[in-house]
């Protein structure tokens, strides 16, 4: 059993109630009201977990997911129509062409740079011409400090607990660059200092020392 498919066992169950990220709802109103006329045929969410954001967003919208979770991509597909593909998103090969891709947050789950550099270019592969990727996540600022239990390599900008490696915080100059290098522009682009990842598990309400928000919308010509 992988690492999420135990995850997700644990919360998912009959009474359980998918609740969507209130951050990634509003940086798809964002994106909405900066791009009012661009209307998505086909969408795909990657990193889904439980449940699409993306539902009742545009009209005639079809929606896909993808996640790593078995768990989660069981309890998706019974709640929402679409497509859904239980894989290693780097290792996702597909024909199809999608207009929007939104990151549920998987990005910073992969870990090292090199597979940022294989996410851009999977993104890229996967969206179709002037296709936008949304995406939020944690990126390294000065003054981070991490919980008790878990060490942060400066040198390979991973974070792990006592027993793995669970994310990869890299500066937002950093992916900027690889966003760049993969051939995607970057149409809109904020860090906020003050909204903050809270990069484990263990703890509900983030810290001034936890990594920032970075937003993200990019655009494949």
Not at 75 to 96: A, H, M, T
């Amino acid at each position: 059993m992988s690492f999420y498919d135990h995850q997700y066992n644990n919360v998912l169950s009959n009474s359980y109630e998918y609740s969507p990220n209130n951050s990634l709802l509003d940086l798809i109103q964002l994106f909405k009201g900066q791009y009012p006329s661009f209307v998505p045929k086909k969408a795909l969410e990657v990193g889904c977990g439980a449940g699409l954001h993306l539902v009742n967003t545009f009209e005639g919208l079809q929606l896909d997911g993808l996640d790593i979770s078995e768990g989660a991509i069981n309890y998706v597909s019974k709640e929402n129509k679409g497509q859904f593909y239980c894989c290693d998103f780097l290792n996702f090969e597909s024909e199809r062409k999608w207009d929007l891709i939104l990151d549920g947050h998987l990005l910073h789950c992969l870990i090292g740079a090199s597979s940022f550099d294989s996410y851009f270019s999977k993104v890229s592969e996967l969206l179709s011409d002037k296709g936008y990727l949304l995406l939020e996540v944690m990126c390294n600022t000065r003054n981070m400090d991490f919980d008790e239990g878990f060490y942060f390599d400066e040198r390979s900008s991973v974070l792990s607990d006592s027993t793995k490696e669970i994310r990869t915080i890299l500066t937002a100059f950093e992916i900027e660059q690889l966003i760049q290098r993969n051939g995607l522009k970057i149409v809109y682009l904020r860090v906020d200092e003050t909204i903050k990842f809270i990069p484990n598990s263990i703890r509900n309400e983030s810290r001034p020392s936890d990594p920032d928000r970075m937003r993200v919308i990019c655009l494949k010509e």
